[in-house]
């Protein structure tokens, strides 16, 4: 039988990530976690089961978590959430599509989700909490900091360093060898 | 035996799709339909085997047709024989490469080809006659309408509408949840 | 029991390469060749065992050879590594990644790396010593010349010619059936 997941966060995002799970086949969805007024309805067929005030609770009888909430302008909800699921006792697994790759000589820490057609090239290192969205590229020697949104389809290039909190927006690209910080737009170059 | 399938067009996207229904295994290629003048050249191997006045005649035999004419300025001759194929009677299967990803939690309607390392993702729609071109993404909850041409490389975000006989250029972006329409270029990005 | 392969320079675009033909599974990596200050040192736990002066002494027991030396700025290095391996007897097989895809409609010639989900589409024809690297797109009927270095998630659109020397930069753009030649840089637009 499989260890099952709560999904917390039930909106755009979490339609993606439910597919990733879905696909790896290594956690059942037990439900989602999103605010009271939506407790009781589906998303993609899984049951809204309780909001962040049921998560102690929850956690008796359920110990794997995975934040679901997106990232786009701030990544603070998804810090605290973080933090609140930590200090439950929350484990909070590393989720990789199986349509994305992983290089054996990568690194990938708690909390990441790996999501389809991503790949983490030979040498690179991602943080904690962080989404690599789908179809990026971190190439070699990347090093990925901690609660990082890297947008869809974007291209972090070797050797480079991204800080904690940057958000590196959709299909931009960065030059090698570089530190990139902040919020960084969808489709523009870094140099 | 495999369903044969005849292609319409003859051109560069031709060759794309020949790859893809290769790979695909589904059909057997009987032959290619394009100018009177091409009638007996090879396309990849694939014999011109008539032009647009045959088609009517061609159906006696062959059920399955795929358009293969591509979309660049203009998607008025793809439009056009979709409804000349439809009116004789033709099936128009929806073409998917093994090496795309179609979520199981995404529709796709028919006549539409998904290319070498398309993606679409949870939630997302595609109309009827469209072409989901190589390395494509389309994110969770987008919809694409019918007679698009989503171009190589092109990623659509989450919850964006493309509105019925786009084209959205190679390698360009869309941000999320918003509404897509007409001629988008190459590398651009759309807020 | 695989035949050997030697590793000519030990940087970046090595740690890419390594990933592949670990992954390729073809080829048993002996070491790697680099500066001479370099010799006993490690990449990703291959040794490094030479340096440019020791290559015919070591072509006596290894005949294979891939260069791994990366290309930005110029391909000088790599064209002379080419002509100097090439003149001793050295055997520089194609390279590609398990995870790319090279249609059976294509043609890839010697010295030339295809590194992970990159995709050389039908009708397409790649020169030799080039670098089609990570996620790359060599769409329908291109033709990319030799020394080329097609960068990062790069898109080159059909029928595209791409002279020799090139440097196709990373996420860069080209529009159909143009010619293309010298340093596009990243990110960019190609008409």
Chains 1, 2, 3 share one sequence.
Do not use: W
Not at 5 to 18: E, R, T
Not at 44 to 67: H, M, Q, T
Not at 129 to 135: G, L, P, V
Not at 174 to 190: M, P
């Amino acid at each position: 039988m499989k260890p099952k997941i709560l999904l917390i966060g039930g909106g755009g995002h979490c339609h993606s990530v439910i597919d990733v799970i879905e696909l790896e086949d290594k956690y059942e969805i037990e439900g989602i976690i999103d605010i009271k007024e939506n407790i009781g309805k589906k998303v993609l067929g899984y049951e809204v089961i309780g909001c962040d005030d049921d998560l102690e609770a929850l956690f008796k009888s359920y110990k794997n978590a995975v934040i679901t909430v997106g990232q786009l302008k701030s990544n603070m909800l998804r810090v605290k959430l973080f933090t609140t699921l930590k200090n439950i006792g929350f484990n909070l697994p590393i989720i990789v599509s199986p349509l994305a790759y992983v290089s054996k000589h990568a690194f990938v820490d708690e909390a990441t989700v790996v999501m389809h057609h991503a790949l983490i090239n030979a040498n690179a290192k991602v943080g904690k909490n962080c989404i690599i969205n789908t179809k990026v590229l971190i190439e070699h020697d990347a090093i990925v900091e901690d609660n990082c949104h890297i947008s869809t389809a974007s291209v972090i290039n070797g050797g480079v360093v991204v800080k904690e909190n940057t958000f590196f927006g959709s299909n931009a690209t960065s030059k090698q060898y570089i530190e990139i910080d902040g919020f960084i737009k969808a489709g523009s170059l870094v140099k």
